[in-house]
């Protein structure tokens, strides 16, 4: 698979969004007309209703998705500035986009490794590797861009592509969940962190119990930005103790 390695200097930062600016949002109608499904109505429905992305066109983000992150480390704080971030699954790059900020990566302080087989279009302050995070060779070209081969902090917003079978669909994301893990624990520095998205469900308690072995305090976290109705949680794993 062909790789492209991409870094940005210009373009919006990730520094703003919030959705507490008071401006209140009208809603659209959804009509199922052109041949268009109910089911395919009613997804429209909720994207174009949903203040997650309005706020994320308004602000300048990628997606909603970068809400989640935002609203997770204002309560947990695992993004500082001069920290090394890999982002698993990055695309479109609205994770990235906070972390840039956050870390200051433009400035020269932290830094952003992003990684994804779609393409990422680019953001100030990311290396952009477009790649297959599955691919053998994706973990040490990871490595090999991050200063001293190491980082502070894991992040995986990972999803596999969806085939409307429960129960293999989750096997499937816990399986990227589970491989995001193993990769976090051979390259965090002592004291990182790692957040990975997963579904509820019985194979979790695996992931979990590998996890506990390695970091000081694991929890599950659902941000305000992750729809209640979805079975989409995140894993928080911090203070990691170092490889053994």
């Known amino acids: 698979m062909t790789k492209k390695v991409s870094s940005s200097g210009g373009g919006k930062g990730g520094g703003r969004g919030s959705l507490s600016g008071g401006q209140r949002q009208l809603r659209t109608n959804v009509k199922t007309a052109h041949k268009r499904s109910a089911s395919s109505a009613r997804w429209l429905d909720r994207q174009l209703n949903d203040p997650y992305v309005a706020a994320a066109k308004r602000d300048g ?7 989640k992150l935002k ?16 982002d698993l699954g990055a ?17 020269g302080k932290g830094q952003v490794i992003a990684i994804d087989y779609l393409g990422v279009d680019p953001i100030p302050g990311v290396v952009i590797l477009e790649l297959d995070f599955t691919d053998p060779t994706a973990e040490d070209l990871l490595k090999s861009h991050l200063r001293d ?11 596999a592509p969806t085939t409307g079978h429960t129960k293999t669909d989750h096997m499937r994301i816990m399986g990227l969940a589970e491989t995001a893990g193993a990769f976090a624990v ?13 579904l509820q469900g019985g194979t979790e308690r695996e992931l979990l119990d590998g ?34």
């Open 61 to 67: 983000f990628r997606s909603r998705a970068a809400y």
């Open 71 to 86: 609203e997770i480390d204002a309560r947990y704080h695992i993004l500082k500035s001069g920290q090394r971030v890999i």
């Open 91 to 107: 695309a479109p790059g609205g994770w990235s986009q906070i972390a840039a900020d956050r870390v200051k990566s433009l400035e």
């Open 149 to 159: 081969g190491v980082a502070d902090l894991v992040l995986s917003d990972m999803a």
């Open 186 to 198: 051979d390259v965090l520095s002592p004291g990182g962190a790692f957040l990975c998205k997963v």
């Open 211 to 244: 996890l506990k072995k390695n970091f000081s305090l694991v929890r599950h976290v659902k941000p305000p930005a992750s729809r209640s109705d979805s079975a989409e949680l995140y894993v928080l794993a911090t203070g990691f103790r170092g490889r053994t």
